[in-house]
């Protein structure tokens, strides 16, 4: 038997309580994509009544900060917690404080919710993460993750006009009803299914030794690729829609022709991920992920017309898909089972670090290159990085030990 079987139950019973759980595991990155992407359409009347388009920016983007400080110690709380009641102590969190923004009215208070619901976030995504790690192992749990991608890149699609059908009913304010809505219903899913697939092992609490098995350099290198990813991921949603308006294309029809192919590029090739691993190994598969997408990158800079920037941007997406399931899959399996919980959050906060650093990465390049010559030197720079994920060959480890907690 496996070091890594030997951790775990025996493969849960497929009844509904299964599927309850299933559905919980393949939420966490559509909490995500929904913290992030329900907001954009109330902008406007959002700024109106906190005092301006800063303010209604600043709210909206200190989730953001939630999801990067919530990640550093979700795995910590995790493990200390058992999964079943991290998972619940998450969507109640994300389901407070996202409903909170119906009531409330000022800046700072709106801002504060938001950041706790970027906690919440970021908290229920590391449980999700870690409860498929306990449960699936090899290509079933690859298969898992690339549809935690997927659901990430539908709810942005679907994100925008959920958002727009809701607020012609009940007003602005109910976006923030939308979190608290679909907080309970992963909420109840979680009641009902989690402790099905289970068991004492995974919810036992527990301190891990933080010398055994030198987790934090086994890590450190995947928490630097997936910062990069991070950065990479929002190039079509952060850049690409200054370069439509200089080639004349900028109306928001337009973009969202454009970014919707690359969301639905980057769902179709994350759903593929695990056919392509198996078939081509992970490393060729992730290589051959970021060199299409990092040339749909290259071509965003130099097409013009909605056409050939959607083809572009279709290619970004489908790299997209490939290059950030690898980066989790990857993360997981390298790491021993008493620490998936860690390697779980600390991938979402690096993951979320990159995306925030993304404007100031992009601003040096453009500032160095122009806009359109920058697409060319951050998808040269990024297939750079990612070689050493081809040369590097890592040594395996002891399995770090688990002491007791108190009792």
Request: hydrophobic letters at 55%.
């Amino acid at each position: 038997m496996s070091e890594e079987s030997a951790t775990r139950n025996a493969e849960p019973r497929k009844d509904w309580r299964f599927w309850c759980a299933y559905a919980v595991m393949v939420a966490p990155n559509a909490a995500v994509g929904l913290t992030l992407a329900a907001m954009p359409p109330i902008l406007p009347e959002l700024a109106q009544r906190v005092g301006g388009e800063r303010s209604a920016q600043l709210i909206t983007s200190v989730a953001g900060f939630g999801m990067i400080v919530g990640g550093l110690f979700s795995g910590r709380l995790l493990e200390w917690a058992g999964i079943r009641a991290f998972t619940v102590l998450s969507l109640l969190l994300y389901g407070l404080f996202g409903g909170a923004g119906w009531f409330l009215s000022s800046a700072a208070s709106m801002g504060v919710s938001r950041f706790l619901l970027g906690i919440g976030g970021v908290f229920f995504s590391t449980a999700a993460l870690a409860l498929t790690a306990a449960t699936f192992t090899g290509e079933a749990r690859s298969r898992v993750i690339g549809l935690q991608q997927a659901t990430s890149q539908v709810v942005n699609v679907c994100a925008v006009f959920i958002v727009g059908a809701l607020v012609s009913i009940t007003g602005w304010r109910g976006v923030f009803l939308l979190y608290a809505a679909f907080a309970l219903l992963l909420l109840l899913l979680a009641l009902a299914g989690v402790r099905s697939v289970v068991g004492p092992a995974a919810e036992a609490t527990g301190t891990v030794s933080s010398r055994a098995g030198g987790f934090g350099w086994l890590i450190a290198p995947v928490c630097a690729l997936t910062t990069l990813m991070g950065i990479l991921t929002v190039i079509p949603m952060a850049q690409l829609p200054f370069a439509l308006a200089a080639n004349g294309q900028g109306s928001a029809q337009q973009v969202s022709i454009v970014l919707g192919a690359n969301f639905v590029l980057a769902a179709l090739s994350a759903m593929s991920y695990t056919r392509m691993k198996t078939r081509f190994g992970k490393r060729a598969t992730f290589m051959a992920g970021l060199a299409i997408g990092m040339a749909g990158v290259a071509l965003m800079g130099v097409v013009s017309g909605l056409l050939p920037e959607c083809a572009a941007a279709g290619l970004a997406g489908f790299g997209t898909g490939i290059y950030n399931t690898y980066v989790f899959d990857h993360g997981v399996e390298i790491s021993p089972p008493v620490y998936h919980a860690r390697a779980a959050g600390l991938l979402f906060a690096f993951m979320f670090f990159g995306a925030a650093i993304n404007p100031l990465v992009a601003g040096v390049f453009e500032q160095l290159m122009g806009l359109h010559r920058a697409f060319g030197v951050m998808a040269l720079f990024a297939l750079l990085c990612g070689l050493p994920v081809i040369l590097y060959r890592r040594q395996p480890r002891p399995a770090p030990s688990v002491s007791p907690g108190p009792s």
